[in-house]
C-alpha cells in the first residue's frame, strides 16, 4: 500500500515559479518510483517526468517540459518535488504524483502501463 499526498501548489504569475511536494508513504513505497503527472480541463493527462526508487536519485523529464521542470528527490525520506519554472497560462492544471512501477524513458513507451496509486492532486493555476 502506497499513500501519496501533494501539496504546495497555487497561483502564480506566467514566468514565475513554483514547486510542488509529493510525501509519499506506505509499506511497499520503497518498491516504486515517483512520476509526476498533470490534468487539465478538457485535455489529457500527461507525464511529466520521475525520480526512480533505487536511491541513486536517478530522473527522467519528459520532452514536453524538459527545461522548465525538474524533479528531484528531498533529504526527507520519500519526498518528491517538481519544480516548475517560467510558467505559463497552459501550464494552469491539477499536478499529481504517482507510485509507478519504473522511472526511464522506455516507462513512457506505449503501451504506458498505468501508476499503481495516485495522489489526489494539488491544483496550480498560472494567470496571464
Known amino acids: 500500500e502506497v499513500r501519496l499526498v501533494e501539496s504546495g501548489g497555487g497561483l502564480v504569475q506566467a514566468g514565475g515559479s513554483l514547486s510542488v511536494t509529493c510525501a509519499a508513504s506506505?509499506?511497499?513505497?520503497?518498491?516504486?518510483?515517483i512520476g509526476w503527472f498533470r490534468q487539465a480541463p478538457g485535455k489529457e493527462r500527461e507525464a511529466l517526468g520521475c525520480?526512480?526508487?533505487?536511491?541513486?536519485?536517478?530522473?527522467y523529464t519528459l520532452d514536453s517540459v524538459k527545461g522548465r521542470f525538474s524533479v528531484s528527490g528531498g533529504n526527507a525520506k520519500n519526498t518528491v518535488y517538481l519544480q516548475m519554472n517560467n510558467l505559463e497560462p497552459e501550464d494552469t492544471a491539477v499536478y499529481l504524483c504517482?507510485?509507478?512501477?519504473?522511472?526511464?524513458?522506455?516507462?513512457?513507451?506505449?503501451?504506458?502501463?498505468?501508476?499503481?496509486?495516485w495522489g489526489q492532486g494539488t491544483q496550480v493555476t498560472v494567470s496571464a
Open positions: 504517482a507510485a509507478q512501477r519504473f522511472c526511464s524513458a522506455a516507462y513512457y513507451l506505449p503501451p504506458i502501463v498505468d501508476p499503481e496509486y
Open positions: 525520480i526512480a526508487s533505487n536511491g541513486d536519485g536517478s530522473t
Open positions: 506506505g509499506s511497499t513505497v520503497r518498491g516504486y518510483a
